[in-house]
């Protein structure tokens, strides 16, 4: 925390006396000068990508977990979606932004699209390498207690999953965010994209960083909550008690 | 005579390039508890991997109750040489694994484990994680959580190896009161001849790798065993040591 | 040796850019003493990029201009691209609905994100008797496509390049033209330096200036060749051949490069004071802690005719 | 890959049949066609991206594996570093692309920061996660054989983390591709972004999408790099040779 | 009496809320043989694990040669009860896993770890990965990485538990061997009585948890021990079995 302070004098004291126009880059105080003096617009603006964030970043997980599943039951079926999902992935968002938003209108909908096409892979990902990182010894052991293929999974698999799932969910989560704001940036009435763009288009590089600011602390509560909730869903990872480091 | 509740026929195995299982044939008759000795790494374990379908076989017939056995069906209560506990899961929760795979509420499976734990040695560590537990304690959580399943057959892969010769008596001691109630069918692999002489009904022996069965001992001692100082128990004990130091085909 | 100058263009390339093409390969930049390099487009605005030195010309819209200058940006016009608006707001063909610009009440703009469209759109409607009050829809560069899909029901176009694009492909629009509803008519774009580049370097951006008037000149007077010249530099760029004719041919007639009365590049003052103190008026210029000017700017200052030389 | 096939199929039915005009979206036909009509232009536009995703992703590996190695080994800088870079990664890119410029101007540089930016964070995750994944009776035993840290790093906690790598590889290599495309669509002079930026302002969505399609390809053949040296990497994952499944 | 090489002064350690080790004093002088023995769970392992400085001492003195051991030296050569084998290593690399971190190149530790391969029962597996390998194997594979390292003292935590007769004989009299040429100083945890009598020097008991020094014995039979039919041997055996069996302190 302490390092994060000392980068934010440095940078408002390289702002004031560098001579360095405000055009390049606005000192810390000036931004959060501008974020207060604006606070109700920038309120009013962070709501839409607070909403599409969410949303999306839940049908993401949803999906990620529906098609891992899906996939780690049949191997077909990995062979069928995984192309799909790759090439998904490869497409670059610039360019498919704006189709999105021209094919589904300027409401919550593209925009859950694509926060979610951003954030689905790093959990799938995750999750499927999750799933294969699962002891051997311990499936054999389940298998042999006529657990069907499903008890496999739910006891042993999930489980073994759950280091790469926060892994990905730590990455996925900070994506999040920015993918909204990317979604909205390609078209949109309100949301921190749009703000951005305006105070951009308008010359305003305080406010861009004003906004950049919330958008900022946004992800940070978002990912502080993922922090946690690892904490209190994976107690066996915490238990060294009086060993040495 | 009865018919063999299991049957090996035959049965062969090889890991790439090399031959581990050339030809077991045995069986185990319902009630019977049969002990399986053998040299370290002829491919005892590999034997338990076939019957539980962690591997499939090379060749010859796995037979129980008198049909082959097939994939969904498993017949066995299995406790592998490593024990496999779960690490996220409580020692508790790791005991019930069997019970709630076989449907089983988790309270219900608990009540059914919770008053063997004073038995097992591990009451109070109901609660701890596997990695909080000695190695004989971890061997024994997986034994416990082997035996509360209530199979038609037990197999179980070194379950005493971790335990210390007061533990392991009690343990044993344990295991043949609860083969005379229950009349369970069990296999044993087990590197103690002591051990196999005082559970046992019948004793295969194994060769080196690749695996053939040397020889075969009927045990007929009366139950239950207490005295293994007796004449008939020591002369058994000597023959298999004999058997196993000077292995001859 | 040959000075360098560097300038940052305003948009992907098109036909609003030939004259410096033309004067590259002419070799008019050559003859001035000058080795110009037309920088990549960015998304970063080509007035930020000259205040702040790392570009020493740029292509300014005349928002940018005012904004940045009033901001306190060192922005200083030095040539006018265009002697009138190129832009309009448009609108498909066949929306019966929308007779003038009191029509758009309640309708949806597809926008570019400054609050200069909205002084602009608002003061256009309540001329013609409406409120002034619709929707946006911030979309950038989609917003032509949303405009066809229907996505949109209006929104502001460069004539000469979206508008002429869209006969060519037979979309009909019907457009309101600025200047005929109370805004004074602008040059649309500028090239433009910082003060302190002009006073270090009054040579080279004399030398620079006026040779790229040379070239839009050229560009006018022999469209085909100008073309040419325009694709050849952008070959990746600009594939659409018939759009680059057609575009210049529009550019040429309009009288957008070179003004009826025949000036070229020259800045009209008057036009500059109309359209400065229009936005001053419309609340658009701020300071630079973003509170609206007070006092009405010199705009005089915002320009100078002197680098064009001869 | 069947899928994939049955994917474009159905576009291009949709496509043409549908009367959707080509402006919203051509034909998968029509796009292959512009593709290799304009190949030269798309080649040479193919390169810089090339050169900056590789660039700068070998920067933001090498990058995160410097910073995974100083915050493992030390706990201070980990509290000191990490709230630094969580917060770099939340910065949404559509605000900051614009300064890059501003402050390294239009070259290489500027595309190789914005890839390693997007990359970075997800190769740190994953490593750091995948050191935490150390058996901890390894690193006791290395511990009483005298090794130091570093040995115990080398030998036991960056062995234990190359599943996770390659969890973060597979997720990270797509990412480049797309941060490398989004810096050159705010601003280059060549590259498959400033493609795609200009073939959209030059209304061609064909050429739009065939750009998008070579963008996809690389990223595709770039992931199955990694798949391979994943394989390679782990030659002990590769043994349940008559396991069951 | 020569002065010790390792010394224990009531050591405790305890993990929340559980008292493991609550005084353990014990001492090995310079080429002795010292096993330890003692119920399942009573803290065996967890003195090895203070020694190598895994566990932080709750109380009390280690000293080795003397001096108190500080946290750089590590004079052990250990080998833990779960095997620890890298699954990423090959055994050979496993093997000489402790080699290397001595500073040998790794042709240098192959060279001095290859020959002994085929003493281990282990020739033709260089070159598997320990998932390929049997239990016994296994805890072979570890025991070979241990003796290798000729530390200044060996821990050994049940090296043979997982080993059949024929097997652990053959173990056991290599290590007598080896202990005899280079006079090493060990400390064995055991279950087994015989072994303890067999390899040992002195033997230590411990009690239940919270673990004490139960008993000490010494072993004064002639080296090498082949024969453990002696009286004075089964004298041995069965005084230990009688206090682990009866444990009244
Ligand atoms: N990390 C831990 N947290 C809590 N309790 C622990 C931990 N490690 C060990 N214990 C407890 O310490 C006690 C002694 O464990 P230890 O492994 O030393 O036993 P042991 O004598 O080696 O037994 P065994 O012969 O079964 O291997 C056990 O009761 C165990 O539950
Ligand atoms: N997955 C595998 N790949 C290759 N070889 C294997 C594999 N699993 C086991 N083996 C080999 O099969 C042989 C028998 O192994 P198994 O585990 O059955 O021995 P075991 O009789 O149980 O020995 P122990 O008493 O030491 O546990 C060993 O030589 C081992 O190396
Ligand atoms: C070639 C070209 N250049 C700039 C713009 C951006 N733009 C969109 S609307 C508008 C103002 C109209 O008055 C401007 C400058 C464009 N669309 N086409
Ligand atoms: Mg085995
Ligand atoms: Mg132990």
């Known amino acids: 925390m302490l390092s994060v302070g000392t980068l934010v004098v440095a940078w408002e004291l390289y702002a004031r006396f560098s001579g360095i126009s405000a055009i390049m880059l606005p000192a810390p105080s000036r931004v959060i000068g501008q974020a207060l003096e604006h606070r109700q617009a920038l309120f009013d603006n962070t709501l839409p990508t607070i909403r599409a964030t969410v949303f999306g970043f839940g049908c993401s997980l949803t999906a990620a977990f529906v098609f891992s599943v899906l996939v780690d039951f049949s191997g077909r079926l990995r062979r069928a979606l995984f192309p799909v999902f790759i090439i998904s992935q490869t497409l670059p968002l610039v360019a498919i932004a704006p189709l999105v938003v021209l094919w589904f209108g300027f409401g919550l909908a593209p925009k859950i699209m694509l926060v979610a096409l951003v954030t689905f892979f790093p959990m799938l990902v995750a999750l499927v390498q999750g799933y294969a990182a699962t002891d051997d010894d311990i499936q054999s052991l389940l298998a042999s207690m006529g657990a069907s293929r499903v008890r496999v999974f739910l006891l042993a698999r999930l489980p073994s999953s759950l280091p790469y799932f926060f892994a990905g969910l730590r990455i996925s989560i900070t994506y999040a965010v920015v993918g909204a704001i990317f979604a909205e940036y390609a078209g949109a009435a309100k949301g921190l994209g749009i703000y951005i763009l305006n105070a951009k288009n308008n010359f305003r590089p305080g406010l861009v960083l004003a906004a950049v600011l919330v958008c900022a602390t946004l992800t940070l509560v978002l990912f502080g909550i993922t922090v946690l909730i690892q904490r209190v869903a994976m107690p066996w990872e915490r238990l060294d008690q009086g060993r040495r480091r | ?249 | 040796g040959l000075k360098p100058v560097t300038i940052a263009l305003d948009w992907t390339p098109n036909t609003n850019h030939i004259g410096l093409h033309v004067a590259q390969a002419k070799g008019f930049y050559a003859n001035a003493g000058v080795d110009v390099e037309i920088l990549p487009y960015s998304d970063t605005s080509a007035g930020a990029l000259v205040a702040s030195r790392v570009a020493d010309f740029g292509i300014l819209s005349s928002l940018g201009l005012f904004t940045q200058r009033t901001a306190g940006a060192d922005l200083v016009a030095t040539y006018a691209i265009m002697q009138t608006e190129t832009g309009r707001l448009v609108f498909n063909a066949d929306r019966t609905d929308i007779k003038s610009p009191r029509d758009l009440d309640g309708l949806t703009y597809g926008g570019f994100g400054s609050a200069w469209e909205n002084a602009l759109i608002g003061s256009i409607i309540r001329h013609d008797g409406g409120k002034g009050e619709y929707e946006t829809v911030t979309l950038g560069t989609s917003a032509y496509e949303a405009l066809a899909n229907g996505a949109v029901d209006f929104t502001l176009e460069v004539y000469t390049w979206e508008g002429v694009k869209a006969e060519l492909d037979g979309r009909p629009q019907r457009a309101f033209r600025y200047a005929d509803f109370g805004v004074p008519d602008q040059h649309s774009n500028f090239i433009g330096s910082s003060e302190a580049y002009l006073k270090e370097n009054p040579e080279a951006a004399s030398g620079f200036v006026t040779a790229t008037r040379r070239g839009y000149e050229f560009a006018v007077d022999h469209p085909d060749e100008a073309a040419e010249i325009l694709i050849a530099a952008n070959k990746d760029v600009l594939t659409d051949h018939k759009l680059i004719r057609a575009s210049l041919q529009a550019l040429i007639d309009g009288h957008y490069f070179r003004s009826k009365e025949g000036a070229v590049g020259r800045i009209d003052p008057a036009k500059i004071d109309a359209i400065g103190t229009y936005l001053f008026d419309a609340g658009v210029l701020k300071d630079g802690d973003g509170k609206k000017v007070e006092e009405r700017p010199d705009f005089s200052t915002y320009f100078t005719n002197d680098f064009q030389t001869a």
Chains 1, 4 share one sequence.
């Open chain 2, 1 to 249: 005579m009865s018919a063999p509740r299991l049957e090996l026929r035959q049965l062969r195995k090889r890991f790439d390039g090399l031959d581990v299982l050339a030809d077991i044939s045995l069986t185990v008759r319902p009630g019977e508890f049969v002990s399986i000795l053998g040299p370290s790494g002829c491919g005892k374990s590999t034997i338990f991997k076939l019957l539980t379908g962690a591997l499939q076989t090379d060749g010859g017939e796995v037979l129980f109750d008198g049909t082959p056995l097939e994939d969904g069906r498993r017949p066995f209560a299995f406790m592998p040489q490593r024990d496999a506990l779960m690490p996220w899961r409580r020692i508790i929760d790791n005991t019930t694994l069997g019970l709630e795979v076989q449907g089983l509420s988790r309270s219900q499976a608990r009540e059914k484990v919770a008053p063997l734990f004073a038995e097992f040695g591990l009451d109070g560590f109901e609660r701890h994680y596997p990695a909080q537990l000695s190695g004989g304690m971890r061997q024994r959580a997986a034994l416990l959580r082997t035996v509360v399943q209530q199979r038609d057959m037990l197999l179980l892969d070194e379950p005493f190896s971790a335990l210390d010769a007061l533990t392991r008596a009690g343990m044993q001691r344990w295991l043949q009161a609860m083969w005379e109630r229950h009349r369970w069918t069990a296999l044993l692999i087990t590197h103690d001849v002591r051990e196999a002489v005082f559970l046992s009904d019948r004793i295969y022996v194994l060769t080196e790798r690749p695996a053939r069965v040397l020889d075969e001992i009927t045990v007929s001692l009366p139950h239950p065993r207490t005295d293994l100082a007796s004449p008939e128990a020591s002369a058994i004990e000597a023959r298999l040591l004999q058997t196993l130091l000077n292995p001859q085909p």
